[in-house]
């Protein structure tokens, strides 16, 4: 295959900015795309932490401000694995204190369709007719909502343009804002219809993706099938059963060498798959740090995760003093809802013994909590695709998973048949439900309790393949497809 020129457009990246997958996913695709030959660029907007962390330079492009957004600048600086990063400066969208997304309190910055129109919009122009620079990509891949505009910008702009894919990481986030956007963002008031970008009455940035996109792509192949009805396509169903020709589900990969318990410098005593005893000192170590008694029979639960009820995290609070009767023990590390963080604390003040939850964001803690846990939890209502079941199983931490998304599509549920012939990596239920969720995490405790059994299912887990490759060389054949339709093998 003949490399490409790819720009791959989205509002995080790691370890840059990060609210979740999406960063994690920025890094590890655009890495692979590179080590399979590709030529990529990430374009990524210059908050106050990726200032911080990227390489200063000048810019190498002043964009002039146009009728309806400010003047920026970009900047050319290397992520760590090595992809360089096209930086989208524009002080009065980026630079402030907060998040991507909101301010410090959790409230959405109320200037965000300007601020993600801006990104889009720069965008399309790197990947139009109007591109004045040396490089100009072949295909044009958007993340999401905050990147969803671009194709839409090209399509209104008519002339030549790089191929476009839009890739679904969240449908329950779509970019929504009052039809007053439109004119301000500079979109035609044709645009505002019902094939078009028009959302029961309001401004929907993910339709530009989904409606003028040449492909759509989620992040795995069950949730794609999911996302055609309701209630998983939110209200976009329709459209997406209607493109599904265009519509593809490709699995996410993770970063083997950041989640490798072999190396892993953040966790207390590092192993693999034949010195599987020397995880228990990572339960000890977690068990300290979070001041839990030891109980080296109880199994311990880990979660690491946003507390949302997209994640399921109210199962869990309905049944946690079942399960921690069984007995067992629970550690949860999140961020989110402030309901749920405070359902989740007072569980841990009411069962110190048992439950210790840490609110806040901790890279070293997940890592540890991976190591040191004996299955890990995720009774997700929706998961796109999840990366923490794949971490988990590569720390011969079982997953207890909800099977839907990528969760069905990446673990292997314990059935005696699988049992059998030794492919089970983990726990699959189906419901729901906070009892279906007890049911699940009763039967991998009794199966924790066959030693035997149990190391082989960590082992099936440590030894499944979750790099980046196979993902690459599947984006990588459906960008040769829509660059040259018809000759993908080239
Ligand atoms: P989502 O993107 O929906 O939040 P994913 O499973 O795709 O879910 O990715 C979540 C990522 O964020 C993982 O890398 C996970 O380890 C990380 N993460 C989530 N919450 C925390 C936290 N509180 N501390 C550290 N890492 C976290
Ligand atoms: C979203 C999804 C998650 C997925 C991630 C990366 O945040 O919620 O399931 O793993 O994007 O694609």
């Known amino acids: 295959m003949s490399p490409l020129r790819i720009l791959f457009a989205t509002s995080e990246c790691a370890p840059w900015a990060k609210t979740g997958g999406l960063a994690d996913v920025s890094a590890g695709l655009t890495a692979a795309l590179v080590a399979l030959g590709h030529d990529v660029r990430v374009l990524l907007p210059a908050y106050p932490s990726v200032r911080a962390q990227a390489e200063q330079r000048p810019p190498f492009w002043e964009i002039p401000a146009s009728a309806h957004f400010p003047a920026c600048a970009l900047h050319q600086a290397p992520l760590p694995g090595g992809v360089p990063a096209w930086l989208v400066s524009c002080p009065e969208f980026y630079e402030r204190a907060g998040g991507p997304y909101q301010d410090g309190d959790g409230n959405d910055w109320p200037d965000n369709a300007r601020r993600f129109g801006q990104l889009a919009r720069v965008a399309a122009l790197l990947a139009g007719a109007a591109n004045p620079l040396d490089w100009r990509p072949q295909v044009l891949h958007c993340n999401d909502w905050q990147t969803a505009l671009a194709p839409a910008y090209l399509r209104f702009a008519g002339g030549a343009r790089a191929a476009t894919v839009m890739t679904i990481h969240n449908l329950a986030f779509q970019g929504l ?258 009892l279906a969720l007890l049911a699940a995490v009763e039967r991998a405790a009794e199966l924790y309790r066959d030693a035997k059994a149990w190391r082989q299912i960590q082992r099936a887990g440590m030894a499944a393949d979750f790099g980046w490759g196979a993902a690459a060389q599947r984006y990588a054949a459906l960008y040769a497809d829509l660059v040259r339709p018809g000759d993908a093998d080239d």
């Open 177 to 434: 804002f009052p039809p007053e956007e439109v004119a301000r963002l500079g979109l035609p008031p044709a645009s505002f219809a019902i094939d078009g970008l028009e959302f029961w009455g309001r401004l929907s940035f993910l339709k530009g993706g989904l409606q003028y996109a040449d492909a759509i792509t989620t992040v795995s192949p069950t949730y794609a099938r999911e996302i055609q009805r309701e209630p998983l396509g939110f209200g976009l169903h329709g459209l997406l059963a209607a493109r599904r020709a265009a519509l593809h589900g490709i699995a996410n990969g993770i970063d083997l060498a950041a989640w490798d318990p072999s190396t892993d410098r953040l966790i207390a005593q590092r192993y693999d798959a034949d010195r599987l005893t020397a995880k228990a000192f990572n339960k000890e170590a977690l068990q300290e740090r979070l001041g839990l008694p030891r109980e080296p029979r109880a199994p311990l639960l880990g979660m690491v995760s946003r507390l949302t009820r997209q994640k399921g995290i109210d199962l869990v609070v309905e049944v946690a003093r079942e399960i921690v009767g069984l007995p067992a023990q629970l550690v949860v590390l999140g961020a989110g809802e402030r309901d749920l963080e405070a359902q989740l604390e007072e569980l841990a003040r009411a069962n110190a013994q048992r439950i210790a939850v840490r609110i806040g964001y901790d890279e070293p803690l997940a890592h540890l909590i991976e190591a040191g846990a004996d299955a890990f939890l995720m009774p997700s209502r929706f998961e796109p695709c999840g990366l923490n079941q794949m971490y988990s199983q590569r720390y011969g931490t079982p997953p207890i998973a909800r099977a839907t998304g990528g969760l069905a599509d990446t673990i292997v549920d314990a059935t005696p048949q699988s049992i059998a012939d030794g492919t089970a990596t983990g726990f699959h239920f189906a419901e729901e439900s906070p």
